[in-house]
Structures are given as C-alpha cells and as structure tokens.
C-alpha cells in the first residue's frame, strides 16, 4: 500500500469540497472494497477523506410515502429496517445474498453504489486493463470471460457491476442524492447514475470530481411480489452469474432488472412490458443487443431459465 494523507470531514460539502482541491483523494467509509484495492495497488489515492461523522446514517421517510436512506448505513441494518422490510422486500434479499455477514455490518449504502467490477483482469495488474490504465486495452476480451458482461459491452471493456443491491435499487426506480463541492446538490436516477463502459470503462458513474453521495431515496412503495433471485457457482459469499430482482402485480404485470450481465444493473422498460407474454419474450427484450463470447454465451439462456423460475415464484 503507497503512502497517503489522511483527514475526517465536519460536513457533506466540506467533504466534497476538500475531495476537488486535493488530486487523486477518495472518500472512505466503511472501506470493504477500497482498502483491498489499494493493497493491490490498484487505487493508490494520495488523500483520503473520512466520511463516517458525517451522520448520513439515518433511514427516515418522505413526504410522498418513501424513503431517505443515508448514504452511511449499513448495509445490515439496511436489510434489517422493518419498514423495508415490508416494502421494499426486494432490497432485503438482495442485500442479504450479497458477501458475508461481518461485510454487511461495515459496507455502506453509497459503497455498494461505488463497488469496482470484480473481474479478473482488472485484479492482475500484470494484465493489460482499460479500467484500471486507460488505453491499455482489455485482456478480458481475448481471455477467460466466464463471470463477465454480455450486454452493453464494448470493444474497451466486458466488466460487470458486482453489486446485488444495485440491482435491486435499479428495479425499485430509487434515486442517488449528492452534494457537490460548490455546495450545490442534485438528484440522480438510478437509471442515469452508472455509465456503460464505451471508450471509457474507467469512468464508470455520472458523478464529477469531488461529488459525494448523501443518500438514496427509495420511492413510495410499489407493492406487488417481490423476488430477489441470485444464480451463482457456490452457495455464499460469491458474485452472481446472473441475478433478477422483480417486482410482479397480482395481474401479472411488474418490472425487472438483471445483475451479472452489464456494466450496470441492467433493465429495459420495454421488456417489462413482455412479461404477459412469458420468460423468452422478456429475455428476448433484455438482451436483445447481447455480445457474448464464448465462455459466457450460457448466460443469455441462463437468464431465460431465471426469469422463468422468478415469473412463476410470483404467480404461486
């Protein structure tokens, strides 16, 4: 791990106004994906700001029926809150399918937002990565591609997001709350706030420079089955294959959104509509621009076979 300089901030806009005056610096909070970075060497800030006094870590509820979830609450008590519990079941399970206990009680709700891609290449810094050293080119693309994206790729990048919960806030329409370094604050959608990769992988949110997550906040409940289903090679502590978070009505109709297969959690409005006309049609829709390769080709009937199993827990 390189040398750095340390400070802890009094508020939100002291944060991200120190983060824009010093190059190179990060937020830290809970630090489960950051601090292995930089003993790889792979993030190596030269400053780190500590967010944890913020008290960001509240969960409180909106005038319209939703909820303001602190950009420092923990993912454990995230999960365990009874009112997202209730309404938000699909945030529950995801969560508690993703890492391990011990990692959910310190990871934060804007670390998962932040969370790297856990593929392979960008781990071997002996690898040529175009997320990890622009323009040095993607390893992944000619290598073992098995747990990497098959939609929304690109010629520079097949990485995907790692995070379940991302893909939960994604089918929840939830939206990303932040505070620039001017002072002035700003509300994300979730559908807006993770870019594909393109010609640039390394840029991987719509965030600028020093901008720091406040909270997210979820909107009014939608009601409905909510379904978290996470495919995997083993029964814990693994990144998903694929997974599908759900929201169905009683009618039949709903919304989904699929992790494992893009650079972002990925869903289109348009497949949800498909969900009458069965799995195929809404995976038909889903990936409907797909570019596997051949070690992950499985995936695209693997998120058939999913959303079929998903569809069905809802209708029984």
Known sequence: MK???????????????????????????????????????????????????LKLDTIEATDDGGLRVGALVRNTDLASDARVKRDYGVLTRAIVAGASGQLRNRATTAGNLLQRT????????????????????????????????????????IATNPSDMNVALRVLDATVETVKPDGQTRAIAMADFHRLPGDTPHIETVLDTGELITAVTLPKPLGGRQIYRKVRDRASYAFA????????????????????????????????????????????????????????????????????????????
Request: charged share 20%; hydrophobic share 40%.
């Open 3 to 53: 040398s750095f300089t340390y400070e802890r901030a009094a508020t939100p806009a002291d944060a991200a106004k120190a983060a824009a005056a010093q190059p190179g610096a990060k937020f830290i909070a809970g630090g489960t994906n950051l601090l292995d970075l930089m003993k790889l060497q792979i993030e190596t800030p030269r400053h780190l700001i500590d967010v944890n006094g």
């Open 118 to 157: 856990r593929c392979p290449y960008f781990y071997d810094t002996n690898m040529a990565c175009n997320k990890r050293q622009p323009g040095s080119g993607c390893s992944a693309l000619e290598g073992y591609s098995r747990q990497l994206g098959v939609v929304g790729v690109s010629d520079a990048c």
């Open 241 to 316: 294959l694929i997974s599908v978070a759900a929201v169905v009505q009683p009618d039949g109709s709903g919304r989904l959104a699929v992790g494992g297969v893009a650079h972002k959690p990925w869903r289109r409005e348009e497949a949800d509509a498909a969900m009458a006309q069965g799995a195929k049609a809404v995976a038909g829709r889903l990936l409907a621009d797909a570019r596997p390769t051949e070690h992950n080709a499985f995936k695209i009937p693997l998120v058939e076979r999913t959303l079929g199993a998903v569809m069905a827990e809802a209708r029984s």
